[in-house]
């Protein structure tokens, strides 16, 4: 398992070059939120908040940022907001290997270390895998070496044809979901890296069965959408839970996220237990 340093290159949510006040708008558009809904949110009128989007009153380090609060921008946008009002940027961009992230890394270590027998891995803004226990080298049996190269990139390896794709039996499904999963992203960040990133995976063939479709589903009472993936001879079962740090004060940390993997039925726990024995 190894931490590798991230650097992704996020674009800003909104061109810049614009002031602060139609960046604004153009969140609280996106987020669906009237000036009216925003006002009462963030203590304020909804004249204020029409002033402000039109340019017509500046608002404050401290307006800004509990604008930014109340819609949900991330935090690498939170600083484009902030330049774009005339205030320096509020939150840091600490390289993953800085010395300062030592107890973030030591702690993500022990995290998915811990989650073993089960897969575990931590990626960045752009699915790059900073970090991937050894249930995720089980799943990655069989990968071709010219895929394993780092940086590792958990999308490309899962739905490219040389990678998992093959042995995903439900591909279809489990394809859109991440598909799905990477257009909500693209909607929030607007990066670049991101949607280069999804136009290559999205061009991926999908391999499918004979009949035209998925595998059929084993009579499986699934609480989740699973991951059906072939290992061994046997078909292992996957639902996936992310997580995400609360309340993040620098960038790079905000953009981790470390996704789980746990057992969907009791054979693929069962299994998973006994190539620890």
Known sequence: MTIVPTGTDIAAATPAGKGVGPLLRAWRER??????????????????ISFVETGR???????????????????????????????APRYSETPLDDPALDALREGLERLIQGYEPYPA?????????????????MLLDGVPESLLQ??????????????????????????????AQMERQIALHRSEPLRALYEEVKAYPAPVTAAGGDE???PVPYFALPMRIE??????????????FNTPMDVTVSELAIETF?????????????LGD
């Not at 500046?58 to 935090?75: G, I, K, N, Q």
């Not at 290992?231 to 995400?244: A, Q």
């Not at 746990?262 to 006994?274: F, G, I």
Request: proline share 7%; net charge positive; glycine share 4%.
């Open 31 to 48: 987020r669906r939120v009237s000036q009216l809904e925003l006002a009462l949110r963030a203590d304020s009128s909804a004249r204020h």
């Open 57 to 87: 009153s500046r608002p404050s380090e401290e307006m800004v940022l509990r604008l930014a609060e109340h819609l949900d921008v991330p935090v690498r946008e939170r600083n484009s907001l902030l330049l774009a009002a005339g205030y």
């Open 121 to 137: 891995l931590v990626v960045d803004a752009t699915y790059t895998v900073v970090a991937a226990n050894r249930g995720i080298t």
């Open 150 to 179: 780092l940086p590792l990139n958990a999308m490309r390896l899962t739905l490219h044809p040389e990678g998992m794709a093959p042995r995903i039996r439900n591909l279809g499904e489990w394809r859109g979901h991440l598909l």
């Open 216 to 218: 059929p589903a084993p």
């Open 231 to 244: 290992h061994d001879g046997r078909v292992l079962s996957f639902v996936s839970s992310i997580s995400t």
């Open 262 to 274: 746990l057992p969907a039925d009791p054979a693929t726990a069962k299994y998973l237990h006994s």
